[in-house]
T-cell receptor
Framework: LAKTTQPISMDSYEGQEVNITCSHNNIATNDYITWYQQFPSQGPRFIIQGYKTKVTNEVASLFIPADRKSSTLSLPRVSLSDTAVYYCLGPNTNAGKSTFGDGTTLTVKP | NAGVTQTPKFRVLKTGQSMTLLCAQDMNHEYMYWYRQDPGMGLRLIHYSVGEGTTAKGEVPDGYNVSRLKKQNFLLGLESAAPSQTSVYFC?????????????FGPGTRLTVT
């Protein structure tokens, strides 16, 4: 399974934009990049996925450079409720097996 | 549409006891997974299934067995529980979306082995 690397923790303040970068040097040609969010005592929840360039939905944006060896999850104007662990999945299209890693703990302060 | 449900939500076992965790999904997904999550850690894949009647090992399969007799159910068994198996167990299901496998997770089962 492909390994990913992301910061262990980040702090931010309400209203700021937060960018979390993940490196995935071993990404395969067919792999998509997927991000999940996990609140305490809950299972992870899908946020966004992309293949290249930029993807945006109602929750976040995902930026992927041309070499696809990294990706950046962007959360616009975070609020206290965005405090969670964010996982960049080790890309793998083999039956959906993915490596979650330890994720990035984002703490949003008032 | 309940999504993914897990039974039970909490369980306390003594060392050496056995139990089965049940996962059910109503989305007709082909793929199902069992993960464990230790405090402060990420999820680790125990076993997974790519369809009814099939199972395969994940990252940390030792001490666990699984069965997928029906498409909608995925069972995780502990034959002889050990304190090292104290963890939160998450079940997930997914299907091919044309880009990747978006996984839907259950609420988790908190297991304590004393």
């Amino acid at each position: 399974l492909a390994k990913t690397t992301q910061p262990i923790s980040m702090d931010s303040y309400e209203g700021q934009e937060v960018n979390i970068t993940c490196s995935h040097n071993n990404i395969a040609t067919n792999d998509y990049i997927t991000w999940y969010q996990q609140f305490p005592s809950q299972g992870p929840r899908f946020i966004i996925q992309g293949y290249k360039t930029k993807v945006t939905n109602e929750v976040a944006s995902l930026f992927i450079p041309a070499d696809r060896k990294s990706s950046t999850l962007s959360l616009p104007r975070v609020s206290l409720s965005d405090t969670a662990v964010y996982y960049c999945l080790g890309p793998n299209t083999n039956a959906g097996k993915s490596t979650f890693g330890d994720g990035t703990t984002l703490t949003v302060k008032p | 549409n309940a999504g993914v449900t897990q039974t039970p939500k909490f369980r306390v076992l003594k060392t050496g006891q056995s139990m089965t965790l049940l996962c059910a999904q109503d989305m007709n997904h082909e793929y199902m997974y069992w993960y464990r999550q230790d405090p402060g850690m990420g999820l680790r894949l125990i076993h997974y299934s790519v369809g009814e009647g099939t199972t395969a090992k994940g990252e940390v399969p030792d001490g666990y067995n699984v069965s997928r007799l029906k498409k909608q159910n995925f069972l995780l068994g502990l034959e002889s529980a050990a304190p090292s198996q104290t963890s939160v167990y998450f079940c997930a299901s997914s299907d091919w979306t044309g880009g990747s496998y978006e996984q839907y997770f259950g609420p988790g089962t908190r297991l304590t082995v004393t």
